[in-house]
């Protein structure tokens, strides 16, 4: 059999398996390259540019042509100093990553590929493979903080990916470690976790993880997933390959997330506890009439609605209470503030008023004191009241005001604001010491109503006060007008909850009280 003839230059350029153009250099006066004369191309080059560029937007390659006349955009690239130092040094060139633009008919098209460029006799083989991958896994790793590599247990060799140091931290001129040396690496506290790991995959022959640490980069934490690699299967272990995950953000948001989780636990049981104290406190100060005051010719029935948003708790106090010289003291009155602390100030000021009420002194002298009270116990004890003694024998009511909105009388249906006592109201409680205020005097005829309440009853932001006081006013008229309060501490008390319902609402923003007192007889 005759021999064979050697293949021809194009096919063996067609057997490469990657794009190739076969170039010509043109050099220049001086000997340097100033071109390439691109000859020939192989069938992965057909292949690329079909892939790459819309039917007919570039012309036909006829025959030689200037490399850089076809491709215009190579000459800011690379590949002009790849060409030149192949020609130059009889040595290969590259891989180098280049990108540039094609301008086709259709427009732009934008090339990313790593080429090399080798001598090949007078000529020079310019090859590329598009995307450039290595490229792209290392930015691929650099995004998502991942790495990997493989140990070989038999040569202690390592390969790594191509981003493996920046991910874990490395120097540039550090060695990739071994996985002796990963040990050293590590933290103390990472290394019982590593040692299990290297355990289960080289002995027990299956993938295991666990959160790693450095010394070299503490502040940051990987997970390291490991396989086991088998040449044969159920063989000997021949090597270990393990990716890296730096999981430090995931660590750190589910740290915060326990933290906000204790932190709302912690709350929660302070807000148990707030509540609980919530009521004992109302049980200890605000007084449930049922007949108690019917000895005064006198009936009284009260609403309490706290601010939700404190748990129950707050600063609206009442009280009604005998005193020695037959008389009754009564008083409504909202402590500074929300929660425990205007909670502590309402029983201050609520107590020692029952103190002071028995040295039998006219309500004005009552509210100067405790004003003194309020001012000695700091700047922040603030409250607003209305301090009244009721006269059986006179059915007189003798009141004061301190900052508070001041008592609506409800007489036949019609109700009204009573006047100021002479002088206006005085200043709120614990604002100035030294303070005088001055009482006014209302006579109460038989089925009288007498309200007192609290400012956040009424109060709508962003209204007018005087608005406020008319919606109060008219409230208080219709529940009269639909239903008459009916006999007894039952009827005063139905009359004054649908009062506090009609008025109620999302809207409120503070405690609600309102206490009422009906007129019945005389002692």
């Known amino acids: 059999m005759a021999p064979s003839l050697p293949p021809s230059g194009q096919e063996v350029l067609d057997a490469l398996p990657v794009a190739a153009l076969l170039l010509a250099p043109v050099p220049g006066e001086h000997g340097e390259v100033r071109d ?18 819309p039917p007919g937007s570039v012309p036909p390659w006829t025959g030689p042509v200037p490399l850089f006349e076809r491709f215009p955009s190579l000459v800011g690239t690379a590949v002009s100093r790849m060409l030149a130092d192949a020609f130059r040094l009889r040595a290969p060139q590259g891989p180098e990553r280049v990108e540039w633009v094609m301008n086709t008919r259709s427009g732009p098209v934008r090339i990313n590929d790593e080429v090399r460029v080798a001598p090949c006799g007078d000529h020079v083989l310019l090859t590329w493979e598009r995307g450039d991958r290595l490229h792209m896994a290392s930015a691929a790793q650099r995004l998502v903080r991942t790495c990997w590599a493989e140990w070989n247990l038999g040569d202690h ?17 550090v060695a990739v470690p071994a996985l002796l040396d990963l040990a050293t690496a590590a933290t103390s506290d990472s290394l019982p976790a590593l040692y299990q790991t290297l355990y289960d995959v080289i002995l027990r022959k299956y993938t295991a ?25 159920g063989g000997l272990v021949w090597a270990v390959r393990a990716v890296f995950i730096d999981v430090t953000s995931d660590r750190r948001r ?49 609403v309490y609605r706290p601010d939700a948003r404190e748990a129950g708790v707050g600063g609206d106090w009442y009280k009604a209470r005998e005193l020695p010289d037959g008389r009754l003291l009564i008083a409504l009155g909202d402590a500074r503030g929300h929660g ?16 002071l009420a028995y040295t039998e002194d006219p309500v004005e002298r009552l509210t100067q004191w405790l004003n003194e009270v309020a001012c000695a116990d700091g700047d922040e004890s603030t409250a607003t009241a209305v301090i009244a003694r009721y006269h059986p024998e006179r059915s007189l009511l003798r009141w004061t005001c301190a900052g508070h909105p001041r008592p609506v009388l409800v007489r036949g249906g019609r109700a009204t604001q009573l006047p100021a ?11 100035l010491p030294e303070v005088t205020y001055n009482a006014a005097e209302t006579p109460l005829e038989v089925d009288d109503i007498v309200l007192m309440y609290s400012d956040g009853l009424i109060e709508r932001r962003p209204t007018d006060p005087d608005q406020d006081m008319d919606r109060f006013l008219e409230a208080a008229e219709r529940c009269c007008a639909e239903v008459a309060p009916g006999a007894g501490h039952a009827g005063l008390q139905n009359y004054v909850e649908r009062l506090v319902a009609r008025l109620d609402g999302p ?10 007192l009906r007129r019945i007889g005389t002692r």
């Open 507 to 516: 809207h409120r923003t503070d405690d609600a009280t309102l206490l009422a």
């Open 209 to 233: 993880e666990c959160e790693l640490r450095l010394d070299s980069n503490s502040e940051r934490t990987f997970r390291m997933v490991a396989e086991p690699v088998r040449i044969a299967p």
């Open 254 to 302: 589910r740290e915060a997330a326990q933290h906000s989780a204790s932190e709302a636990r912690r709350e929660h049981e302070r807000v148990v506890a707030v509540a609980e104290i919530a009521d004992a406190l109302r049980e200890a100060v605000l007084p449930h009439f049922q007949d108690e005051l019917d000895a005064f010719g006198l009936e009284a029935a009260a």
């Open 340 to 355: 425990l602390e205007a909670a502590t100030l309402m029983a201050k000021l609520r107590y020692a008023l029952a103190g």
């Open 36 to 53: 390439a004369l691109y000859v020939a191309h192989n069938a992965s080059a057909r292949t690329y540019a079909a892939s790459r560029f």
């Open 421 to 431: 006592p002479d002088g206006g109201p005085g200043i709120s409680l614990g604002v």
């Open 157 to 173: 060799g390592v390969e790594p990916s191509r981003g493996f140091r920046q991910v874990l931290g490395l120097a540039d001129d």
